[in-house]
């Protein structure tokens, strides 16, 4: 199933649950958003709601220490588990579990990046112009 294109004034990767940057609302959607992937005890602390740059910012950081542990643990399980006594059945399935997690969290640093842009350094997406075929044929040194 393939995501649906995102707005114009967004990134390619952005979170299709957030807002766009600007608009009303925005911060709060992004909130929303990035307190799921926290740790359920920071859910507790009010200055993640009241200062989404924040928020984004820890965000970066649970997310790159998932990521990281991921692909350590993909790098030493199967001598580790073998190792251990499991069977190379259950521990090939052990390698699969890492590895689409890893693409998941791979791509959930992606979304997380892009909301901390917006949110801490204030970074707005603009599209790429759009190339006509007389763009691409000069470009080329076509004649057309």
Do not use: C
Request: proline share 12%.
């Amino acid at each position: 199933m393939t995501e649906p294109p995102p707005p114009p004034n967004v990134p390619p990767g952005w979170p299709a649950q957030v807002l766009p940057p600007g608009t009303d609302g925005w911060e709060d959607s992004a909130a929303r958003w990035l307190i799921q992937w926290m740790p359920p005890g920071y859910r507790r602390h009010g200055i993640l709601r009241q200062e989404p740059a924040i928020l984004a910012y820890m965000a970066q950081r649970e997310v790159e220490t998932s990521l990281h542990a991921a692909r350590r643990g993909f790098s030493t399980a199967r001598k580790d588990l073998h190792e251990a006594g499991l069977e190379p059945d259950a521990i090939e399935k052990a390698l699969g579990v890492y590895s689409e997690e890893g693409a998941r969290l791979a791509q959930l640093e992606r979304q997380v990046g892009l909301l901390a842009d917006a949110l801490i350094r204030g970074v707005r997406w603009r599209p790429p112009p759009r190339r006509t075929q007389d763009d691409s044929s000069r470009r080329r040194g076509g004649m057309g």
